[in-house]
């Protein structure tokens, strides 16, 4: 059973460009979970996801983020117009159950120039 | 709210030697989980332990285990016979059940295995 997967691993963007992150799933797993890095930070939770639903966006900043989980393919985490704040890893994290373990990616890390 | 505290930014601990990492964590909630998770250089986040809250026992697996005292909210790692791969993050994190849906971590701590 392959693990969570996340790509890219890295993503480098110029300030105002668009950044998509890919996240799938560990098989048999419908939760997905979107966290922040923040360089010498632990990680913050941005969005919790079901198969084409948002449960908790309320570690999303209101403005030039979304993610969505469509029916089929991956998770995509997007930020528009990115600004140098926006240089973290990016983890994505998956479960069967919403209480369960969650399992993490490898992260991509998204530098902004 | 939860709050996850890790009060030490950085240890070191001599191979084969043992270490304890602090965590202490803010809660009103009665039923939850506790992990410790490892993230090496490569970034992986490595599932290191974990504790029921509802549990007693303190987990344990293999050279590592946990002192969780429910009461004073605390759950401390404690790894035996240090290696070099143990050199890493280690954080703390914790998740409601039946009503939780994200991890809280706490801010990591930094150990460094010495030859």
């Known amino acids: 059973n392959a693990g969570v997967m996340q790509n890219p691993r890295h993503l480098v963007r110029r300030r105002g460009q668009e950044a998509r992150l890919r996240c799938s799933p560990m098989?048999?797993?419908?939760?997905v979970y979107w966290y922040r890095q923040l360089p010498e930070e632990g990680l913050k939770f941005m969005v919790y996801l079901q198969k084409e639903n948002i449960i908790d966006e309320s570690g999303m900043p209101k403005e030039r983020f979304s993610a969505e989980f469509p029916k089929e393919g991956p998770s995509i985490l997007r930020i528009q117009q990115v600004v140098r704040g926006d240089s973290a890893a990016y983890f994505c994290?998956?479960?069967?159950?919403?209480?369960?373990?969650?399992?993490f990616g490898p992260g991509t890390r998204l530098t902004v120039t | 709210a939860q709050t996850v505290t890790q009060s030490q930014p950085e240890m070191s601990v001599q191979e084969a030697e043992t270490v304890t990492l602090s965590c202490t964590y803010d809660?009103?909630?009665?039923?939850?989980?506790l992990f410790w998770y490892k993230q090496p250089p490569s970034r992986q986040m490595i599932l290191v332990i974990r504790?029921?809250?509802?549990?007693?026992q303190n987990a344990t697996e293999n050279r590592f285990s946990v002192n969780f005292q429910k009461a004073a909210k605390s759950f401390s790692l404690k790894i035996s016979d240090s290696q070099l791969g143990d050199t890493a993050m280690y954080f703390c994190?914790?998740?409601?059940?039946?009503?939780?849906?994200?991890?809280?971590f706490g801010t990591g701590t930094s150990l460094t295995v010495i030859p």
């Open positions: 809660t009103s909630e009665n039923n939850y989980y």
């Open positions: 994290a998956s479960s069967p159950q919403s209480t369960d373990e969650q399992y």
């Open positions: 994190a914790f998740i409601k059940i039946f009503t939780g849906n994200q991890f809280y």
């Open positions: 504790q029921e809250a509802y549990k007693q």
């Open positions: 098989k048999g797993h419908s939760h």
